[in-house]
């Protein structure tokens, strides 16, 4: 039996902006900084793309997703840790799949599935990162290998 708190429920978030500034001159050994504090200031989502600017500059496209209630938090960090003097927002409308997340047992030990449902059924399945990653160090084994045996738990339960 699946229990959902109210976010994983299926809906649409219509208050979400996307920000975007590119960066031509920022060191790129600021952006893994700078993207920490995003997402603890609440960024729902934040990458990079190459990108390149006039006279051939190449330079970094960067985006993030948000609440239009954390659109300060950003600003504030993107001016302060950025060498941009302004950038772009506008607003969002993101559809979120009903979610649910359970624990399986591998042979090599406990992994998070995340599933995304439609129409009662699940139709994605992604085990938890961090666990995998954790149980591949602690059994000095691949990566790939923990995920291979989610996969197969989760090939027999469907049997």
């Excluded at 893994?32 to 934040?46: P, S, T």
């Excluded at 300060?72 to 772009?88: H, N, P, Q, V």
């Excluded at 449902?117 to 954790?134: L, M």
Aim: include cysteine; charge should be negative; charged fraction near 30%.
């Amino acid at each position: 039996m699946k229990t959902l708190l109210p976010p994983d429920y299926e809906h649409v978030d219509s208050e979400m902006l996307k920000v975007e500034v590119n960066l031509d001159d920022t060191p790129g050994e600021w952006l893994g900084y700078v993207m920490d504090k995003l997402f603890e200031a609440g960024a729902n989502d934040v990458y990079y793309t190459p990108i390149y600017m006039k006279k051939n500059r190449p330079a970094v496209l960067l985006q993030l997703l948000c609440s239009e209630d954390k659109l300060d938090d950003m600003k504030e960090i993107l001016l302060s840790e950025t060498t941009t003097l302004g950038f772009r927002y506008y607003p969002l409308h993101v559809f979120r799949m009903e979610r649910s997340t359970r624990v399986i047992d591998t042979k090599w030990g406990p992994v998070t599935l995340k599933e995304g449902w439609q129409d009662g059924k699940v139709i994605k399945a992604s085990p938890e990162y961090e666990d995998c990653r954790k149980l591949a160090e602690k059994n000095q084994i691949a990566l790939k290998d923990i995920y291979q045996a989610v996969w197969e738990v989760v090939e027999k339960e469907k049997q």
